[in-house]
């Protein structure tokens, strides 16, 4: 199975500046296709989760361009150019690339 | 608009069985591969089982390999999670998900509010 880590696990962050949040999978998410199977997902307080990036780097529909991912193989990035409050919840990664998709273990967002 | 209402959870003892739906409306139901993801109470996320759109492909993770099966009618637009020798680490709340896609790679485009299931005695 591939595992995925993310880091940290806890980002406290002031409204207006950027964040930050890596992940990593133990084994290359690059597909033939040359996209990287990696996807971000946003679980806000008390709600279900939304996507926010596929294949590493397109931002789903509806989702703002401060909202931003990169890398490739095994080392992947989402970045928030400015954080606004609704930001704020749970960010998972997830391995798309095969079966068992695994999750990253959560990278909790909130405001200072 | 995309909407997905799960329903059948419920409390059960271990070693029940319990069968959750999800009904799906606002797109074509069997153009697109649906899933089950569940979350533990204050934990993370955990995918469960994936199901293409015509049936044809099916996985599940190893978790629930042999206890749980995913079926869809495309009469009803309704997903289901079948759901075998309940143990309490099957507590948690269960998400249907709707894919980008009739089949892989799986991108869980939209989700329903969730199911609540508990196993204990």
């Known amino acids: 199975d591939i595992v995925m880590t993310q880091s940290p696990v806890s980002l406290p962050v002031n409204p207006g500046e950027p964040a930050s949040i890596s992940c990593r999978s133990s084994?290359?998410?690059?597909?033939?296709?040359?996209?990287?199977?990696l996807d971000w997902y946003l679980q806000k307080p008390g709600q279900s989760p939304q996507l926010l990036i596929y294949v590493g780097s397109y931002r789903a529909s509806g989702v703002p361009d401060r909202f931003s991912g990169s890398g490739s193989g095994t080392d992947f990035t989402l970045k928030i150019s400015r954080v606004e409050a609704e930001d704020v919840g749970v960010y998972y990664c997830?391995?798309?690339?095969?079966?068992?998709?695994?999750f990253g273990p959560g990278t909790k967002v909130d405001i200072k | 608009e995309v909407q997905l209402l799960e329903s059948g959870g419920g409390l059960v003892q271990p070693g029940g069985s319990l069968r959750l739906s999800c009904a799906a409306s606002g797109f074509t139901f069997d153009t697109y591969a649906m899933a089950w993801v569940r979350q533990a109470p204050g934990e993370g996320l955990e995918w469960v089982a994936f199901i293409s759109k015509h049936g044809s492909d099916r996985y599940y993770a190893d978790s629930v390999k042999g206890r749980v099966a995913i079926s869809r009618d495309s009469s009803k637009s309704t997903l289901y999670l079948q759901m075998n020798s309940l143990r309490a680490e099957d507590t948690a709340l269960y998400y249907c998900?709707?894919?980008?896609?009739?089949?892989?790679?799986?991108?869980?485009?939209?989700w329903g509010p969730g199911t609540l299931v508990i196993v204990s005695s």
């Open positions: 998900a709707k894919s980008s896609s009739g089949n892989l790679p799986p991108r869980f485009v939209s």
């Open positions: 084994q290359s998410l690059l597909h033939t296709t040359g996209f990287n199977y």
């Open positions: 997830m391995q798309a690339l095969q079966t068992p998709f695994t």
